[in-house]
């Protein structure tokens, strides 16, 4: 079935970078954008980027840029996020989400989500 | 980008109607046809339940529908059921090319 698969929790120290894979299988990988969005606890939803399926095209949201880096891999189907600089305020549960069709910005596919705690 | 406005809180009995608004700007809500919503148990990833104001993805019960008037969207859920007890996000496509959403609606079932 269609899915996507994330990686496991993280725990990093303040000033550290984080990396959350999201892997995709029963679909064409190729054929979708990707989506990531944040929730911090008890709040609510936060877009954070959207990437092309060839990886050359980006967005990111305006609070993270140039903090945040995505990627694309083809040959595995995956999509990584790279957080830097993190502080308290990134402890998170992040998702990959699927773009609903040729970049509608709605999201039909989610992960389950990664637990991101930022603690010293 | 600042978040959409939604009320912090709904509720309803089993049966009734009830009807969460979204309010954004002419940079967002108001400028584009692009407004989804998203419900989310507690634990769970979001599921998408509306899009384009007012379309739902196949599978989505017709209870559910979605509408707008200006810069404020709004999400009615019909027949309310007991499963319906979540928090609703609605989204929006905005002028800078990127999503933004809306605070949550905790959504009682009483």
């Known amino acids: 079935q269609v899915q996507l698969v994330q990686s496991g929790a993280e725990v990093k120290k303040p000033g550290a970078s984080v990396k959350v894979s999201c892997k995709a299988s029963?679909?064409?990988?190729?054929?979708?954008?990707i989506h990531w969005v944040r929730q911090a606890p008890g709040q609510g939803l936060e877009w954070m980027g959207i990437i092309n399926p060839s990886g050359d095209r980006t967005r990111y949201a305006q609070k993270l840029q140039g903090r945040f880096t995505m990627t694309w891999d083809t040959s595995t189907s995956t999509v990584d996020m790279e957080l830097s600089s993190l502080i308290s305020e990134d402890t998170a549960v992040y998702y990959c989400?699927?773009?609903?069709?040729?970049?509608?910005?709605?999201?039909?596919?989610w992960g389950k989500g990664t637990t991101v705690t930022v603690s010293s | 980008q600042s978040a959409l406005t939604q009320p912090a809180s709904v509720s309803g009995s089993p049966g009734q109607s009830i009807t969460i608004s979204c309010t954004g700007t002419s940079n967002d809500v108001g400028g584009y046809h692009y407004v989804s919503w998203y419900q989310q148990h507690p634990g769970k990833a979001p599921k998408l339940m509306i899009f384009?104001?007012?379309n739902r993805p196949s599978g989505v019960s017709n209870r559910f529908s979605g509408s707008k008037s200006g810069n404020t969207a709004s999400l009615t859920i019909s027949g309310l059921q007991a499963e319906d007890e979540a928090d609703y996000y609605c989204?929006?496509?905005?002028?800078?090319?990127?999503?933004?959403f809306g605070g949550g609606t905790k959504l009682t079932v009483l």
């Open positions: 989400a699927r773009d609903y069709g040729s970049v509608t910005y709605y999201m039909d596919v």
């Open positions: 384009d104001v007012n």
């Open positions: 989204g929006s496509y905005t002028r800078s090319n990127t999503l933004v």
């Open positions: 029963g679909y064409t990988f190729s054929n979708f954008y």
